[in-house]
C-alpha cells in the first residue's frame, strides 16, 4: 500500500507565495519521478512541474521563473511565488514508485488528493 498525502494550499492575495508538500510512505523499492499538476476552472488538468530521482527539473512556460520543484526523500515540495489570480485551481501531487520484483522493475503511479489554491487580485 502507497499513500500520497498533500499539504499546504489556501488563499492569499496576487504577488504573494504559497508552498505545497506531499510526502509519499508506504511499500516501494524507489520513487522515481514527481511531479506537481493542476487544474484550473474551465481547463484539463496540466503539468506544472517535475522533478526526477536525480533532481533534474522542467517547468511549464507560464510558472518558470515564479515556482520552484524540489524534493527530499520522499517528500516534494512546490514553492510557488508571485502567484498570480490565473493561478487559482487545485494541485495535485503525482509520483511513480518502482518495485523490484521477480528480476523486473514494476512501475506505479499515485495521485495525491489536491489542494485548493486561490489566488485573489
Known amino acids: 500500500q502507497v499513500q500520497v498525502m498533500q499539504s499546504g494550499g489556501g488563499v492569499v492575495r496576487a504577488g504573494g507565495s504559497l508552498r505545497l508538500s506531499c510526502t509519499v510512505t508506504?511499500?516501494?523499492?524507489?520513487?522515481?519521478?514527481m511531479a506537481w499538476h493542476r487544474q484550473v476552472p474551465g481547463k484539463q488538468r496540466e503539468l506544472v512541474a517535475t522533478?526526477?530521482?536525480?533532481?533534474s527539473t522542467n517547468y511549464a512556460d507560464f510558472v518558470k521563473g515564479r515556482f520552484a520543484i524540489s524534493r527530499d526523500s520522499a517528500t516534494v515540495y512546490l514553492q510557488m511565488n508571485n502567484l498570480q489570480p490565473e493561478d487559482t485551481g487545485v494541485y495535485y501531487c503525482?509520483?511513480?514508485?518502482?518495485?523490484?520484483?521477480?528480476?523486473?522493475?514494476?512501475?506505479?503511479?499515485?495521485w495525491g488528493q489536491g489542494t485548493q489554491v486561490t489566488v485573489s487580485s
Open positions: 503525482y509520483v511513480r514508485t518502482i518495485v523490484r520484483a521477480e528480476r523486473r522493475r514494476h512501475e506505479y503511479d499515485y
Open positions: 522533478i526526477t530521482s536525480g533532481g
Open positions: 508506504g511499500t516501494f523499492d524507489i520513487i522515481n519521478s
